[in-house]
């Protein structure tokens, strides 16, 4: 996949769905879930929204204090995210590489105990 500026825009509406049908399910609401993450009401809103990009450590924040597995929240039709973040990541530094590969492979090998199939 070429990562055009439309397709990473996508990635991010999805994300952010993933995130409001996550936090509907168990019932929580923006302004609740932006407290335990230090962030603003308008924050969440724009995460779930899609405009406002989140990062890896804050999916993995929100999936925590959502109780869900973080791969729930990044979940995308067709290919993997992990895929596409190991492509992308080619032409990165050494030590990005290794960093968000690390918090993927976390990500993953935590699901993994909690018997959540992944991929």
């Keep these: 996949m070429r990562w055009t500026d439309d397709a990473v825009d996508q990635l991010y509406v999805t994300i952010g769905g993933n995130i409001k049908e996550a936090r509907r399910d168990a019932k929580v609401t923006q302004a609740d879930l932006g407290k335990r993450l230090r962030l603003t009401r308008s924050s969440i809103a724009n995460i779930e929204a899609g405009r406002q990009r989140v990062m890896i450590h804050s999916i993995m924040q929100i999936a925590e204090e959502l109780s869900v597995p973080t791969m729930r ?8 995210v992990e895929d596409r973040v190991v492509a992308e990541l080619a ?3 050494p030590g990005t590489q290794d960093f968000v590969q690390a918090a993927l492979s976390q990500a993953v090998e935590a699901e993994k105990a909690q018997g959540v199939k992944v991929g």
Aim: charged share 20%; proline share 9%; hydrophobic share 25%.
């Design 73 to 80: 929240l990044l979940r995308v039709t067709g290919d993997t």
């Design 91 to 93: 032409g990165q530094p």
